[in-house]
């Protein structure tokens, strides 16, 4: 059975940092692409960064220089790290999984899904 289960989110002044974390099992985890996905009330569910097996990133325009993926293969846990957070950051984040570095930055072709971890800016 696979399971992503995030945690790390909370309420947070803009400003300031939280890093979410995502725990895997059921999975190849070391062989498995990786993404962390954002839906604010209202919204289309987005792609914020993804990582490689082999640690390869990419990330969105709206948060380059300020979040950063990485991932931790001997824990089967990907992080996101989220500095000079913005109240527009506000959203339910989730961890996703994929075969490939290109299906997990699509939504339809994501293979596993986390519960969703909130995340709220203050301003």
């Known amino acids: 059975q696979v399971q992503l289960v995030e945690s790390g989110g909370g309420l947070v002044q803009a400003g300031g940092s939280l890093r979410l974390s995502c725990a895997a099992s059921?999975?190849?985890?070391?062989?498995?692409?990786m993404g962390w996905y954002r839906q604010a009330p209202g919204k289309q569910r987005e792609l914020v960064a993804a990582?490689?097996?082999?640690?390869?990133?990419m990330s969105a325009d709206s948060v380059q220089g300020r979040f950063t993926i990485s991932r931790d293969n001997a824990k089967n846990t990907v992080y996101l790290q989220m500095n000079s957070l913005k109240p527009e950051d506000t959203a339910v984040y989730y961890c996703a999984s994929g075969r490939t570095f290109v299906s997990v930055q699509s939504p339809s072709s994501v293979r596993n899904w986390g519960q969703g971890t909130q995340v709220t800016v203050s301003s």
């Open positions: 990582i490689t097996s082999g640690g390869g990133t």
């Open positions: 059921g999975i190849i985890f070391s062989l498995s692409a």
